[in-house]
């Protein structure tokens, strides 16, 4: 919590985040909605700067003093559309702010003139500089301590030119507080709403943080329950289905042969001398051999079919939609390539074979046990006459 803390902490003196990175982020969470308003501010301003030549030339006419200000006004104009084609949409206020304080100091050194030039409207320019103070302050959306250098620097200038064209003392204190009114306003206007957008930045930052934080524990809960739940349903040694689960994917699939009128076969598997393995190459080697022969039923059966852990040395496996010729000739496939696979026992190569025993789901048979008890039938008279073989039991 007192890391959240200390990256979202704002300065009371800049009014912007005391962590740059986190400072950043919130121009650039803003940016797109920042360049337009620089951009809507900089064109009006322009503008406005080029529409107040109309008034000069009335009060003035085409003489010296009314291109000097009409020089000052293009200048202006063409310096701020100049800023105003280098804002795109990816622009950093950070990088923007400066180029437009700039604009601002030298606007407001220019706009001196009109107390030289047009001295019948004093008043007016006055006014004129009060709102482009608060307008600097307020609408003009860059950096809050370039925004207050620049607003400052305007109420100082327009003081200085006061008093080098000899205003009175009086008026000078005057003009003083008449022009602090919109600098204070102003900047206690943008100070507060930096802060306010900083704090709903922040706490919408630390909300989508906790959001990402409980959605990744969600997904991590939603794979500790796939896999409790793969664990509750498959041996732990082989990855095949236990008991409880093939015995429950035997019914359903039982259940649809009947209903859909098709066929359906089983087939056991048990592995020949398993024991003679364990004594010989003890029951590391043994689980191996177990996990190899797992391995190799996934990879040479059909992804719908059903493969469980019978128990020990033998398997299970439920073949949907298939008669008891064609279990046959892939429980003859089977034997023939784990006869062909080599199983790597430390320096030793061991060689294994397996017995299956076979049968068909009857039409009187009222539960898969009764499937797997002639299948198992089979699989005896498949040991009896050799091992390593398939046998099939059709009734």
């Known amino acids: 919590m007192s890391t959240l803390t200390h990256e979202y902490r704002i300065s009371r003196w800049i009014a912007e985040f005391t962590d740059p990175e986190t400072e950043q982020s919130y121009q650039k969470y803003f940016q797109r909605l920042t360049n337009r308003q620089l951009r809507a501010a900089l064109i009006a301003w322009a503008l406005l700067m080029l529409l107040f030549a109309v008034p000069d030339y009335q009060a ?39 180029p437009i304080a700039a604009a601002a100091i030298i606007g407001f050194t220019g706009f001196m003139l009109l107390f030289v030039y047009r001295p019948d409207v004093v008043n007016w320019t006055v006014g004129v500089i009060m709102l482009m103070i608060i307008g600097l302050l307020v609408f003009m959306p860059i950096r809050f301590y370039l925004a207050f250098f ?39 206007t943008i100070r507060r709403l930096a802060f306010l957008q900083r704090k709903q930045f922040a706490l919408a930052s630390k909300t989508a943080k906790i ?15 796939a896999t409790l739940k793969e664990l509750a349903a498959t041996d732990p ?4 289905f236990n008991r409880r689960e093939y ?14 009128n098709t066929v359906l076969s089983i087939c ?9 393995v364990n004594d010989t190459y003890g029951h590391g080697v043994g689980d191996d051999v177990l996990r190899r022969t797992a391995k190799l039923c996934r990879e040479k059966l059909r992804t719908m079919d059903i493969i469980g852990r019978l128990g020990g040395e033998e398997f299970v496996i439920l073949l949907p939609d298939t008669t008891i010729e064609n279990a046959a000739a892939i429980g003859n496939r089977l034997v023939e390539v784990l006869a062909a696979t080599d199983i790597e026992a430390g320096a030793s190569t061991i060689k294994i074979t397996a017995t299956l025993g076979i049968s068909q789901l009857l039409p009187g048979d009222p539960d898969f046990n009764a499937v797997i008890q002639r299948a198992d039938a089979a699989l005896y008279r498949g040991k009896a ?7 099939v039991n059709l009734i």
């Open 60 to 98: 003035l006419g085409t003489g010296r003093d009314f291109f000097c200000l009409l020089a000052y006004r293009v200048a202006m104009s063409v310096m701020l559309l100049a800023i105003i084609f280098n804002i795109r949409s990816d622009t950093s206020v950070f990088r923007i702010s400066f």
């Open 150 to 188: 620049a607003a400052f620097y305007g109420v100082v200038i327009t003081l200085i030119t006061r008093y080098a064209m000899g205003s009175p003392n009086a008026n000078l204190i005057g003009l003083f507080f008449l022009l602090m009114l919109p600098f204070i306003l102003g900047a206690a």
């Open 211 to 225: 959001n990402k934080d409980l959605e990744y524990e969600i997904q991590q809960r939603l794979k500790l329950e």
């Open 237 to 240: 040694l082989t990855g095949l």
């Open 247 to 260: 015995e429950m994917l035997f019914m359903h699939e039982i259940e649809r042969a009947k209903r859909t």
């Open 268 to 276: 056991i598997v048990d592995l020949d001398h398993f024991k003679k």
């Open 385 to 391: 006459a050799g091992r390593n073989r398939v046998e």
